[in-house]
Protein backbone atom coordinates (compact mmCIF):
# COMPACT_ATOMS: atom_id res chain seq x y z
CA UNK A 1 0.00 0.00 0.00
CA UNK A 2 1.65 3.53 -0.77
CA UNK A 3 1.39 6.13 1.59
CA UNK A 4 0.15 9.36 0.85
CA UNK A 5 2.83 12.57 0.25
CA UNK A 6 3.55 14.15 3.33
CA UNK A 7 2.12 17.37 2.44
CA UNK A 8 -1.52 15.36 1.76
CA UNK A 9 -1.28 13.53 5.26
CA UNK A 10 -0.61 17.24 6.72
CA UNK A 11 -3.46 18.44 4.65
CA UNK A 12 -5.61 15.22 6.13
CA UNK A 13 -4.77 16.68 9.53
CA UNK A 14 -6.17 19.90 9.14
CA UNK A 15 -9.20 18.97 6.90
CA UNK A 16 -10.08 16.45 9.92
CA UNK A 17 -9.56 19.69 12.08
CA UNK A 18 -12.43 21.29 9.90
CA UNK A 19 -14.46 18.60 9.57
CA UNK A 20 -15.09 18.09 13.17
CA UNK A 21 -15.38 21.69 14.01
CA UNK A 22 -11.87 21.95 15.64
CA UNK A 23 -11.45 25.10 12.83
CA UNK A 24 -14.37 26.80 12.13
CA UNK A 25 -15.49 28.99 8.74
CA UNK A 26 -14.27 32.30 9.54
CA UNK A 27 -11.07 31.18 11.57
CA UNK A 28 -7.70 31.80 10.40
CA UNK A 29 -5.79 29.09 9.50
CA UNK A 30 -2.10 28.77 11.20
CA UNK A 31 0.38 30.56 9.29
CA UNK A 32 2.84 29.05 6.90
CA UNK A 33 5.58 29.86 8.81
CA UNK A 34 3.65 28.33 12.00
CA UNK A 35 3.19 25.47 9.99
CA UNK A 36 6.73 24.36 9.46
CA UNK A 37 7.79 25.41 13.41
CA UNK A 38 4.74 22.59 14.11
CA UNK A 39 5.37 20.22 12.35
CA UNK A 40 8.93 20.49 11.18
CA UNK A 41 7.97 20.78 7.47
CA UNK A 42 9.62 22.75 4.88
CA UNK A 43 8.28 26.36 3.32
CA UNK A 44 7.04 23.92 0.25
CA UNK A 45 4.99 21.49 1.73
CA UNK A 46 3.43 23.95 4.23
CA UNK A 47 1.99 25.76 1.41
CA UNK A 48 1.28 22.76 -0.89
CA UNK A 49 -0.75 21.66 2.41
CA UNK A 50 -2.54 24.97 2.20
CA UNK A 51 -3.03 24.94 -1.93
CA UNK A 52 -4.82 21.65 -1.39
CA UNK A 53 -7.04 23.15 1.09
CA UNK A 54 -7.50 26.02 -1.03
CA UNK A 55 -8.53 23.74 -3.89
CA UNK A 56 -10.81 21.89 -2.53
CA UNK A 57 -12.71 24.74 -1.27
CA UNK A 58 -11.69 24.61 2.30
CA UNK A 59 -9.43 27.89 2.70
CA UNK A 60 -9.68 31.28 1.65
CA UNK A 61 -6.64 33.31 0.58
CA UNK A 62 -6.92 37.00 2.03
CA UNK A 63 -4.56 38.99 0.47
CA UNK A 64 -2.14 39.95 2.78
CA UNK A 65 -3.76 37.98 5.97
CA UNK A 66 -3.38 34.54 4.97
CA UNK A 67 -5.58 31.44 5.21
CA UNK A 68 -9.14 31.38 6.53
CA UNK A 69 -11.07 28.52 6.79
CA UNK A 70 -14.29 28.69 4.73
CA UNK A 71 -17.04 25.58 3.72
CA UNK A 72 -16.60 24.60 0.58
CA UNK A 73 -19.35 26.09 -1.81
CA UNK A 74 -20.42 22.64 -3.45
CA UNK A 75 -24.04 23.67 -2.32
CA UNK A 76 -23.64 25.56 -5.44
CA UNK A 77 -21.59 23.81 -8.00
CA UNK A 78 -24.02 22.51 -10.65
CA UNK A 79 -23.89 18.68 -11.55
CA UNK A 80 -22.92 18.59 -14.92
CA UNK A 81 -25.47 18.50 -18.03
CA UNK A 82 -26.35 15.73 -19.56
CA UNK A 83 -23.53 15.24 -22.23
CA UNK A 84 -25.12 14.07 -25.35
CA UNK A 85 -28.71 13.19 -26.64
CA UNK A 86 -28.01 9.51 -26.41
CA UNK A 87 -31.09 7.46 -25.24
CA UNK A 88 -31.05 4.42 -23.16
CA UNK A 89 -32.78 1.81 -25.52
CA UNK A 90 -36.19 0.74 -24.18
CA UNK A 91 -36.15 -2.12 -20.93
CA UNK A 92 -38.69 -3.27 -19.03
CA UNK A 93 -36.49 -5.46 -16.98
CA UNK A 94 -35.47 -5.29 -13.82
CA UNK A 95 -36.74 -2.27 -11.47
CA UNK A 96 -38.95 -4.47 -9.76
CA UNK A 97 -35.70 -6.89 -8.62
CA UNK A 98 -34.01 -3.78 -7.67
CA UNK A 99 -36.69 -1.97 -5.23
CA UNK A 100 -37.91 -5.71 -4.17
CA UNK A 101 -34.43 -5.49 -2.98
CA UNK A 102 -34.09 -2.56 -1.56
CA UNK A 103 -37.37 -3.39 0.39
CA UNK A 104 -36.00 -6.49 1.78
CA UNK A 105 -32.52 -5.27 3.05
CA UNK A 106 -34.36 -2.78 4.73
CA UNK A 107 -37.30 -4.87 6.51
CA UNK A 108 -34.31 -7.01 7.85
CA UNK A 109 -32.45 -3.82 9.42
CA UNK A 110 -34.02 -1.56 12.09
CA UNK A 111 -33.85 1.93 11.24
CA UNK A 112 -33.26 4.65 13.56
CA UNK A 113 -33.11 7.92 10.44
CA UNK A 114 -35.28 7.59 7.01
CA UNK A 115 -34.12 9.93 5.00
CA UNK A 116 -35.11 7.44 1.91
CA UNK A 117 -38.59 8.73 1.03
CA UNK A 118 -39.72 12.06 -0.37
CA UNK A 119 -41.95 13.76 1.73
CA UNK A 120 -42.32 15.42 5.46
CA UNK A 121 -42.66 14.02 8.41
CA UNK A 122 -46.13 14.32 9.90
CA UNK A 123 -45.79 17.40 12.13
CA UNK A 124 -45.15 19.17 8.66
CA UNK A 125 -48.62 19.13 7.62
CA UNK A 126 -51.90 20.55 9.25
CA UNK A 127 -52.75 17.81 11.44
CA UNK A 128 -54.70 20.00 14.19
CA UNK A 129 -56.74 21.89 11.59
CA UNK A 130 -57.65 18.96 9.07
CA UNK A 131 -58.43 16.94 12.39
CA UNK A 132 -61.05 20.21 13.60
CA UNK A 133 -62.30 20.50 9.69
CA UNK A 134 -62.61 16.68 9.63
CA UNK A 135 -65.04 16.90 12.43
CA UNK A 136 -66.33 19.74 11.05
CA UNK A 137 -67.65 17.85 7.67
CA UNK A 138 -68.84 15.01 10.03
CA UNK A 139 -70.93 16.91 12.02
CA UNK A 140 -72.83 18.99 8.94
CA UNK A 141 -72.48 16.13 6.19
CA UNK A 142 -72.89 12.73 8.62
CA UNK A 143 -74.33 11.07 5.33
CA UNK A 144 -71.21 11.42 3.62
CA UNK A 145 -70.39 8.11 5.32
CA UNK A 146 -73.31 6.60 4.14
CA UNK A 147 -73.61 7.96 0.48
CA UNK A 148 -71.37 7.10 -2.34
CA UNK A 149 -69.57 9.46 -3.99
CA UNK A 150 -69.83 10.72 -7.55
CA UNK A 151 -67.10 8.52 -9.77
CA UNK A 152 -65.04 11.35 -10.51
CA UNK A 153 -64.65 12.35 -6.69
CA UNK A 154 -67.13 14.84 -4.80
CA UNK A 155 -67.95 17.85 -6.60
CA UNK A 156 -66.76 20.34 -3.54
CA UNK A 157 -63.41 18.89 -4.04
CA UNK A 158 -63.17 19.29 -8.09
CA UNK A 159 -64.98 22.82 -7.39
CA UNK A 160 -61.82 23.82 -5.60
CA UNK A 161 -59.24 22.36 -7.42
CA UNK A 162 -60.75 23.63 -10.60
CA UNK A 163 -61.08 27.25 -9.04
CA UNK A 164 -57.02 26.77 -7.34
CA UNK A 165 -55.81 25.40 -11.26
CA UNK A 166 -56.38 28.80 -12.40
CA UNK A 167 -53.19 30.32 -10.44
CA UNK A 168 -50.75 27.40 -12.27
CA UNK A 169 -52.38 28.60 -15.66
CA UNK A 170 -54.52 26.02 -16.42
CA UNK A 171 -58.71 26.49 -17.00
CA UNK A 172 -60.28 23.29 -16.09
CA UNK A 173 -63.74 22.86 -15.11
CA UNK A 174 -64.95 20.55 -12.45
CA UNK A 175 -66.03 17.97 -14.77
CA UNK A 176 -62.08 18.08 -16.15
CA UNK A 177 -61.02 16.45 -13.00
CA UNK A 178 -60.70 12.53 -11.46
CA UNK A 179 -59.90 12.49 -8.01
CA UNK A 180 -57.44 9.22 -7.61
CA UNK A 181 -55.65 7.54 -4.72
CA UNK A 182 -52.81 9.61 -5.11
CA UNK A 183 -51.00 10.52 -8.11
CA UNK A 184 -49.75 6.77 -8.27
CA UNK A 185 -53.34 5.54 -9.80
CA UNK A 186 -52.99 9.26 -11.60
CA UNK A 187 -50.20 8.04 -13.41
CA UNK A 188 -51.68 4.47 -13.55
CA UNK A 189 -54.74 5.86 -15.11
CA UNK A 190 -53.05 8.04 -17.83
CA UNK A 191 -50.88 5.54 -18.92
CA UNK A 192 -53.20 2.86 -19.34
CA UNK A 193 -55.89 5.18 -20.98
CA UNK A 194 -53.00 5.89 -24.10
CA UNK A 195 -51.12 2.70 -24.67
CA UNK A 196 -50.88 -0.97 -24.18
CA UNK A 197 -48.63 -3.27 -22.83
CA UNK A 198 -45.33 -3.95 -24.80
CA UNK A 199 -45.65 -0.23 -25.78
CA UNK A 200 -42.81 2.02 -25.42
CA UNK A 201 -43.18 4.79 -22.89
CA UNK A 202 -40.48 8.31 -22.74
CA UNK A 203 -39.25 8.85 -19.30
CA UNK A 204 -36.42 11.36 -17.90
CA UNK A 205 -33.43 9.62 -16.41
CA UNK A 206 -32.79 10.15 -13.72
CA UNK A 207 -36.62 9.58 -12.66
CA UNK A 208 -38.68 8.48 -9.94
CA UNK A 209 -38.58 4.82 -9.25
CA UNK A 210 -42.46 4.61 -8.80
CA UNK A 211 -42.71 5.33 -12.07
CA UNK A 212 -40.29 2.75 -13.43
CA UNK A 213 -42.28 0.46 -11.27
CA UNK A 214 -45.64 1.56 -12.48
CA UNK A 215 -44.53 0.81 -16.11
CA UNK A 216 -42.90 -2.56 -15.63
CA UNK A 217 -46.20 -3.45 -13.85
CA UNK A 218 -47.88 -2.88 -17.00
CA UNK A 219 -45.82 -4.29 -19.09
CA UNK A 220 -44.79 -1.39 -20.84
CA UNK A 221 -41.20 -0.46 -21.68
CA UNK A 222 -39.38 2.66 -20.49
CA UNK A 223 -37.16 4.75 -23.20
CA UNK A 224 -34.53 6.82 -20.91
CA UNK A 225 -33.71 10.51 -21.80
CA UNK A 226 -31.17 12.58 -20.47
CA UNK A 227 -32.48 15.28 -18.33
CA UNK A 228 -30.65 18.20 -17.11
CA UNK A 229 -30.81 19.07 -13.38
CA UNK A 230 -31.60 22.60 -14.77
CA UNK A 231 -34.25 22.37 -17.32
CA UNK A 232 -35.37 19.17 -16.83
CA UNK A 233 -35.97 16.80 -20.01
CA UNK A 234 -33.38 17.00 -23.01
CA UNK A 235 -35.96 17.97 -25.69
CA UNK A 236 -32.88 17.95 -28.55
CA UNK A 237 -32.51 13.79 -27.08
CA UNK A 238 -36.14 13.37 -27.25
CA UNK A 239 -36.71 15.04 -30.65
CA UNK A 240 -34.19 12.70 -31.26
CA UNK A 241 -35.35 9.87 -29.99
CA UNK A 242 -39.11 10.63 -31.49
CA UNK A 243 -37.10 10.54 -34.68
CA UNK A 244 -35.34 7.06 -34.13
CA UNK A 245 -37.81 5.30 -32.39
CA UNK A 246 -41.30 5.20 -34.27
CA UNK A 247 -43.04 3.56 -30.98
CA UNK A 248 -43.29 5.93 -28.77
CA UNK A 249 -46.56 6.09 -27.48
CA UNK A 250 -46.44 8.54 -24.80
CA UNK A 251 -43.77 11.22 -23.00
CA UNK A 252 -43.74 11.54 -18.83
CA UNK A 253 -41.89 14.15 -17.39
CA UNK A 254 -41.85 15.98 -14.22
CA UNK A 255 -41.68 19.44 -15.10
CA UNK A 256 -41.61 21.06 -11.41
CA UNK A 257 -38.66 19.92 -9.05
CA UNK A 258 -38.45 16.68 -10.79
CA UNK A 259 -37.96 13.70 -8.84
CA UNK A 260 -34.96 13.20 -7.90
CA UNK A 261 -33.18 16.32 -9.68
CA UNK A 262 -35.34 18.92 -8.42
CA UNK A 263 -35.01 20.84 -12.16
CA UNK A 264 -37.83 23.29 -12.89
CA UNK A 265 -38.29 22.77 -16.71
CA UNK A 266 -38.09 27.11 -17.96
CA UNK A 267 -41.73 28.28 -19.70
CA UNK A 268 -40.04 28.36 -23.34
CA UNK A 269 -39.72 24.18 -22.62
CA UNK A 270 -42.51 23.48 -21.61
CA UNK A 271 -44.20 25.80 -25.10
CA UNK A 272 -41.71 23.84 -26.97
CA UNK A 273 -42.58 20.25 -25.54
CA UNK A 274 -46.00 20.39 -25.90
CA UNK A 275 -46.06 21.27 -29.51
CA UNK A 276 -43.13 19.05 -30.07
CA UNK A 277 -45.58 16.42 -28.77
CA UNK A 278 -48.76 17.81 -30.27
CA UNK A 279 -47.23 17.65 -33.80
CA UNK A 280 -46.06 14.40 -33.55
CA UNK A 281 -49.20 12.90 -31.89
CA UNK A 282 -47.96 11.76 -28.91
CA UNK A 283 -49.67 11.91 -25.29
CA UNK A 284 -47.91 13.88 -23.14
CA UNK A 285 -48.36 13.08 -18.85
CA UNK A 286 -47.22 15.65 -16.93
CA UNK A 287 -46.77 14.38 -12.84
CA UNK A 288 -47.06 17.64 -10.89
CA UNK A 289 -46.67 16.45 -7.46
CA UNK A 290 -44.04 18.83 -6.34
CA UNK A 291 -45.16 21.76 -8.59
CA UNK A 292 -46.83 23.86 -5.29
CA UNK A 293 -43.95 23.01 -3.57
CA UNK A 294 -41.42 25.35 -5.66
CA UNK A 295 -40.26 28.41 -4.38
CA UNK A 296 -40.85 30.97 -6.82
CA UNK A 297 -42.62 34.21 -5.97
CA UNK A 298 -45.65 33.28 -8.39
CA UNK A 299 -47.30 29.95 -8.67
CA UNK A 300 -45.32 27.93 -10.91
CA UNK A 301 -47.40 27.63 -14.13
CA UNK A 302 -47.77 23.86 -15.52
CA UNK A 303 -47.01 22.68 -18.35
CA UNK A 304 -50.92 21.50 -18.78
CA UNK A 305 -51.10 25.53 -19.23
CA UNK A 306 -49.81 25.12 -22.91
CA UNK A 307 -52.00 22.00 -23.95
CA UNK A 308 -53.99 23.38 -26.58
CA UNK A 309 -55.84 20.37 -28.22
CA UNK A 310 -56.08 18.22 -24.86
CA UNK A 311 -52.96 16.15 -25.47
CA UNK A 312 -51.87 16.68 -22.17
CA UNK A 313 -52.80 14.30 -19.21
CA UNK A 314 -52.36 16.44 -16.23
CA UNK A 315 -51.62 14.21 -13.19
CA UNK A 316 -50.86 15.05 -9.36
CA UNK A 317 -51.23 14.47 -5.55
CA UNK A 318 -51.73 16.29 -2.39
CA UNK A 319 -49.97 13.54 -0.76
CA UNK A 320 -46.85 15.52 -0.31
CA UNK A 321 -48.21 19.43 0.07
CA UNK A 322 -52.05 18.25 2.36
CA UNK A 323 -51.87 15.10 4.00
CA UNK A 324 -49.35 12.17 3.35
CA UNK A 325 -52.46 9.92 5.65
CA UNK A 326 -55.29 10.82 3.18
CA UNK A 327 -54.10 9.55 -0.15
CA UNK A 328 -55.52 11.64 -2.30
CA UNK A 329 -54.51 13.15 -5.94
CA UNK A 330 -56.44 13.92 -9.59
CA UNK A 331 -56.53 13.60 -12.79
CA UNK A 332 -56.98 16.05 -15.84
CA UNK A 333 -56.66 13.89 -18.69
CA UNK A 334 -57.49 16.36 -21.71
CA UNK A 335 -58.72 13.97 -24.81
CA UNK A 336 -58.90 11.05 -22.56
CA UNK A 337 -60.94 12.15 -19.95
CA UNK A 338 -64.11 9.72 -20.77
CA UNK A 339 -61.51 6.83 -21.29
CA UNK A 340 -59.71 7.65 -17.61
CA UNK A 341 -63.28 7.94 -16.06
CA UNK A 342 -64.25 4.60 -17.20
CA UNK A 343 -61.10 3.30 -16.34
CA UNK A 344 -61.22 4.47 -12.92
CA UNK A 345 -64.22 2.96 -12.28
CA UNK A 346 -63.19 -0.13 -13.77
CA UNK A 347 -60.01 -0.08 -11.02
CA UNK A 348 -61.00 1.28 -7.70
CA UNK A 349 -64.37 3.12 -8.09
CA UNK A 350 -64.31 6.18 -6.40
CA UNK A 351 -62.22 7.40 -3.09
CA UNK A 352 -63.68 7.56 -0.56
CA UNK A 353 -65.99 10.58 0.37
CA UNK A 354 -65.05 11.98 3.78
CA UNK A 355 -61.50 13.00 3.15
CA UNK A 356 -62.64 14.53 -0.11
CA UNK A 357 -64.77 16.78 1.94
CA UNK A 358 -62.53 17.62 4.44
CA UNK A 359 -60.09 18.35 1.80
CA UNK A 360 -62.22 20.27 -0.26
CA UNK A 361 -62.91 22.43 3.35
CA UNK A 362 -59.15 23.04 4.10
CA UNK A 363 -58.25 23.36 0.66
CA UNK A 364 -61.04 26.22 0.34
CA UNK A 365 -59.88 28.56 2.95
CA UNK A 366 -56.89 31.14 3.64
CA UNK A 367 -55.49 28.32 5.95
CA UNK A 368 -54.17 26.68 3.24
CA UNK A 369 -52.06 29.05 1.71
CA UNK A 370 -50.79 29.64 5.25
CA UNK A 371 -49.68 26.56 5.71
CA UNK A 372 -47.91 26.34 2.04
CA UNK A 373 -46.07 29.25 2.83
CA UNK A 374 -44.85 27.65 6.48
CA UNK A 375 -44.01 24.40 4.56
CA UNK A 376 -41.95 25.62 1.83
CA UNK A 377 -39.82 27.93 4.35
CA UNK A 378 -39.54 25.04 6.20
CA UNK A 379 -38.20 22.81 3.41
CA UNK A 380 -36.27 25.93 2.62
CA UNK A 381 -34.39 25.89 5.87
CA UNK A 382 -34.06 22.06 6.09
CA UNK A 383 -32.38 21.97 2.30
CA UNK A 384 -30.03 24.46 3.47
CA UNK A 385 -29.07 23.01 6.47
CA UNK A 386 -28.79 19.08 5.15
CA UNK A 387 -26.57 20.84 1.94
CA UNK A 388 -23.88 22.80 4.56
CA UNK A 389 -23.56 19.15 6.78
CA UNK A 390 -23.06 17.15 3.20
CA UNK A 391 -20.66 20.07 1.97
CA UNK A 392 -18.65 20.02 5.17
CA UNK A 393 -18.81 16.12 5.69
CA UNK A 394 -18.45 14.51 2.63
CA UNK A 395 -15.05 14.37 0.89
CA UNK A 396 -13.96 16.87 -1.28
CA UNK A 397 -15.56 16.23 -5.34
CA UNK A 398 -18.98 15.54 -4.18
CA UNK A 399 -21.64 17.54 -5.69
CA UNK A 400 -25.09 18.21 -5.07
CA UNK A 401 -27.96 19.82 -6.00
CA UNK A 402 -29.68 22.68 -5.40
CA UNK A 403 -33.10 22.57 -5.82
CA UNK A 404 -35.63 25.55 -5.93
CA UNK A 405 -38.13 23.98 -3.89
CA UNK A 406 -38.96 20.55 -2.20
CA UNK A 407 -37.72 17.73 -0.15
CA UNK A 408 -34.50 16.36 -1.91
CA UNK A 409 -31.31 16.67 -2.82
CA UNK A 410 -29.33 14.69 -5.60
CA UNK A 411 -26.26 13.82 -3.99
CA UNK A 412 -23.22 12.86 -6.78
CA UNK A 413 -20.02 10.94 -4.93
CA UNK A 414 -16.39 11.19 -5.66
CA UNK A 415 -14.90 9.28 -7.52
CA UNK A 416 -17.84 6.87 -8.61
CA UNK A 417 -18.27 5.61 -5.42
CA UNK A 418 -21.40 3.03 -5.62
CA UNK A 419 -24.05 3.90 -3.50
CA UNK A 420 -25.32 0.58 -2.86
CA UNK A 421 -22.15 0.11 -0.76
CA UNK A 422 -22.93 3.55 0.45
CA UNK A 423 -26.99 2.50 1.22
CA UNK A 424 -25.51 -1.30 2.37
CA UNK A 425 -23.62 0.44 4.99
CA UNK A 426 -25.71 3.28 6.30
CA UNK A 427 -28.35 0.60 6.88
CA UNK A 428 -26.03 -1.19 9.44
CA UNK A 429 -25.66 1.98 11.47
CA UNK A 430 -29.55 1.85 10.80
CA UNK A 431 -29.87 4.79 8.24
CA UNK A 432 -32.14 4.65 5.19
CA UNK A 433 -30.95 6.45 1.83
CA UNK A 434 -32.51 6.07 -1.20
CA UNK A 435 -29.74 4.89 -3.65
CA UNK A 436 -29.27 6.07 -7.12
CA UNK A 437 -29.26 2.91 -8.98
CA UNK A 438 -33.15 2.93 -7.94
CA UNK A 439 -34.02 5.95 -10.52
CA UNK A 440 -33.53 4.15 -13.65
CA UNK A 441 -32.64 0.66 -15.09
CA UNK A 442 -29.53 1.45 -16.22
CA UNK A 443 -26.52 1.86 -14.28
CA UNK A 444 -25.91 5.03 -14.80
CA UNK A 445 -26.78 6.36 -11.44
CA UNK A 446 -25.46 4.17 -9.39
CA UNK A 447 -22.83 6.32 -8.13
CA UNK A 448 -25.67 9.33 -6.90
CA UNK A 449 -27.62 9.28 -3.60
CA UNK A 450 -31.46 11.14 -2.81
CA UNK A 451 -31.74 12.44 0.47
CA UNK A 452 -34.83 13.44 1.56
CA UNK A 453 -34.68 17.03 3.70
CA UNK A 454 -38.50 16.06 5.16
CA UNK A 455 -37.06 14.78 8.37
CA UNK A 456 -37.05 17.85 10.79
CA UNK A 457 -33.08 19.03 11.19
CA UNK A 458 -31.78 18.30 14.50
CA UNK A 459 -29.00 16.43 15.99
CA UNK A 460 -30.11 13.48 15.23
CA UNK A 461 -30.40 14.41 11.25
CA UNK A 462 -26.89 15.87 11.45
CA UNK A 463 -25.40 12.80 13.26
CA UNK A 464 -26.60 10.50 10.71
CA UNK A 465 -25.27 13.21 7.84
CA UNK A 466 -21.99 12.97 9.46
CA UNK A 467 -21.99 9.22 9.76
CA UNK A 468 -23.03 9.22 6.19
CA UNK A 469 -20.13 11.17 5.16
CA UNK A 470 -17.79 9.10 6.96
CA UNK A 471 -18.74 6.10 5.64
CA UNK A 472 -18.55 7.46 1.99
CA UNK A 473 -14.91 8.82 3.34
CA UNK A 474 -13.98 5.10 4.29
CA UNK A 475 -15.02 4.01 0.96
CA UNK A 476 -13.20 6.47 -0.81
CA UNK A 477 -10.36 5.48 0.84
CA UNK A 478 -10.41 1.97 0.15
CA UNK A 479 -11.40 2.70 -3.87
CA UNK A 480 -8.29 4.90 -3.69
CA UNK A 481 -6.20 2.02 -2.17
CA UNK A 482 -7.35 -0.98 -4.29
CA UNK A 483 -6.71 1.64 -7.36
CA UNK A 484 -3.18 2.50 -6.20
CA UNK A 485 -1.73 -1.35 -5.22
CA UNK A 486 -0.20 -2.71 -7.55
CA UNK A 487 -0.71 -5.40 -9.89
CA UNK A 488 0.18 -8.73 -7.91
CA UNK A 489 2.14 -10.91 -10.48
CA UNK A 490 0.13 -14.31 -11.58
CA UNK A 491 1.58 -16.96 -9.52
CA UNK A 492 3.62 -19.84 -12.49
C1 LIG B 1 -42.66 12.35 -8.89
C2 LIG B 1 -43.64 11.53 -8.11
N1 LIG B 1 -44.79 11.15 -8.70
C3 LIG B 1 -45.71 10.43 -8.03
C4 LIG B 1 -45.51 10.03 -6.73
C5 LIG B 1 -46.54 9.22 -6.04
O1 LIG B 1 -47.48 10.08 -5.51
P1 LIG B 1 -48.63 9.57 -4.51
O2 LIG B 1 -47.96 9.27 -3.22
O3 LIG B 1 -49.56 10.71 -4.46
O4 LIG B 1 -49.24 8.35 -5.10
C6 LIG B 1 -44.32 10.41 -6.07
C7 LIG B 1 -44.05 9.98 -4.71
O5 LIG B 1 -42.96 10.07 -4.18
C8 LIG B 1 -43.38 11.16 -6.80
O6 LIG B 1 -42.21 11.54 -6.23
Redesign the pocket.
Known sequence: MSTPPLYRRWANHYLHAIQSGALSPGERMPSVRKLMQTHGISLSTALQVCRVLEEDGWLEARPRSGYFVQLPKRTTVPLDEPSSTRVDPAQFVGIHDRVSRFILSRRQHPIALNLCG??GEPDFYPVKALHKVAQHCLRLYPEVLVSPVANSGHSKLRHILARRSLARGMTLSPDDIVIT?????A?NLALRAVAKPGDTIAVESPT?Y??LQILESLGMRALEIPTSPQHGISLDALELAMQTYDNIRAVVV?PILQ?PLGSLMPDSHKARLADMCAKANIPLIE?D??GELADSPTPAHTLKAWDRNGNIIYCT?L??TLAPGM?L?WISAGRWQARVDMLKHTQTRQNEGWSQLAAAEYLGSSAYDRHMHRLKALLRQQRQRTAEVIARHFPPGTRLTNPAGGFSLWVELPDRIPSEAVFEAALNEGILIAPGVLFSNSNRWEHYLRINCGVRFGAKVEAGLIQLGQIVHTLLQQSRRTRNSPAVPLAG
Open positions: SRHGCTELFGLINDTYSHKRG
